[in-house]
Structure formats: structure tokens, C-alpha cells
T-cell receptor, first 115, second 114 residues
């Protein structure tokens, strides 16, 4: 596909369970970002991957959150022992790095509901 | 620290102009953006402005930047019902190594009445 895709589009899970959210960036984009969008809040930066560099994890809210990016393409965000406050829309974005790095292309998001 | 603020709601009539305002606190901001989010979709970059510019026009969109007051606005001329969405203001600083991680505002919900 031409755009950023995310799966699943919706996820309902019970408190205490682990979840995995997937992001497929645009082919050739070396930068990948994860954000969290809570109701009535702006986008909260979570983690940033750029090529083979160590990821910038400065936005992860707790050690229950982790992410990996395999082969410089697909990324998975994992939330362990989910809590109700983790309920939000998780957005992934990708971009080229360099002069055009500011143009981030967003996926449709995964809506996570923790019951 | 970085902070981006914008009003939460704006209601206009179809055909009128809409002006969405944003203020930011980081004077070293390099890029300022406006993103649009339609229901159930991700964010879409509408337009951006470099901090050394004070105005940018793109069809029905006009971006004004007052760097002294750290104020950014987005004007939509001849607003249509299809413009109803949430508009996010964002800013970023050019970091060594090409890490552009924007800081986003909470978004302004634009409601266009027929």
C-alpha cells in the first residue's frame, strides 16, 4: 500500500493482559514514530526509530511499554500488564530523514480499550 | 519546556472564514505545522512554515507566524463542511542527526454549520 498501515484498528483487552500493536511504515521511510492520543489530549510522543541508530525512548511512560523495529521496517509496540489508563488511540508515523524529515505520514491508529 | 496551546473548539458557518490560533513557548522552534485529523483517521500534514517566515499561503489556507509573540494561526477561507475536523498545531526544533520530534497541541475541533 501507499500509506502507513496499522493493525489491529481496534483492540479491547482486559486489565493485566499484554497487547501488541503493529505498524507498517511507508516503504523507504527510515524514521518511524509512535504517539499516544488520549481523549481530549494532544499527541504524546512515545518512541522514535531512525535507521540503525538506537531508538529514542524518552517518551515511554513506564517500563511496561516497549517497541521494536525489525529490519528497519515493521514496528511493534508492546504494552505489558495493561492498565485502564493505557486506553487511547496509538498512532504510528513515518518519514524520510533529511531535508524533508518534517513531513510525517500518519497511519489511521489503533484504538485500545482496556476494561 | 515545550508547550503548545490552542483553543479546543471553533464553530463557523459554511462560506465564512475560520481562524484557528496557536501559541507556543519554545523560542528556538524551527518548524511549525498544521495537521488535520478527520474522524477515525490519522493526522494529515496540511501545511508548515519555517520560523524565518511570517506568512505562507496555499490555496484556501493562510498561515501567519508572529515569532515575537510566539503565535501561529491558520486561516481557512470559504470554509466548507468537509473542513470539519480536528486541527493540530505542532512545533519542532532541528536537532543534530535529523531527529524531528514535534510537540503537538491538544487540537481544535472545527465545526462547520451548513
Amino acid at each position: 500500500g501507499a500509506g502507513v498501515s496499522q493493525s489491529p484498528s481496534n483492540k479491547v483487552t482486559e486489565k493485566g493482559k499484554d497487547v501488541e500493536l503493529r505498524c507498517d511504515p511507508i516503504s523507504g521511510h527510515t524514521a518511524l514514530y509512535w504517539y499516544r492520543q488520549s481523549l481530549g489530549q494532544g499527541l504524546e510522543f512515545l518512541i522514535y526509530f531512525q535507521g540503525n541508530s538506537a531508538p529514542d525512548k524518552s517518551g515511554l511512560p513506564s517500563d511496561r511499554f516497549s517497541a521494536e523495529r525489525t529490519g528497519g521496517s515493521v514496528s511493534t509496540l508492546t504494552i505489558q500488564r495493561t492498565q485502564q489508563e493505557d486506553s487511547a488511540v496509538y498512532l504510528c508515523a513515518s518519514s524520510l530523514v533529511g531535508h524533508e524529515a518534517y513531513e510525517q505520514y500518519f497511519g489511521p491508529g489503533t484504538r485500545l480499550t482496556v476494561t | 519546556g515545550e508547550d503548545v496551546e490552542q483553543s479546543l473548539f471553533l464553530s463557523v458557518r459554511e462560506g465564512d472564514s475560520s481562524v484557528i490560533n496557536c501559541t507556543y513557548t519554545d523560542s528556538s522552534s524551527t518548524y511549525l505545522y498544521w495537521y488535520k485529523q478527520e474522524p477515525g483517521a490519522g493526522l494529515q500534514l496540511l501545511t508548515y512554515i519555517f520560523s524565518n517566515m511570517d506568512m505562507k499561503q496555499d490555496q484556501r489556507l493562510t498561515v501567519l507566524l508572529n515569532k515575537k509573540d510566539k503565535h501561529l494561526s491558520l486561516r481557512i477561507a470559504d470554509t466548507q463542511t468537509g473542513d470539519s475536523a480536528i486541527y493540530f498545531c505542532a512545533e519542532s526544533i532541528s536537532e543534530t542527526g535529523g531527529s524531528y520530534i514535534p510537540t503537538f497541541g491538544r487540537g481544535t475541533s472545527l465545526i462547520v454549520h451548513p
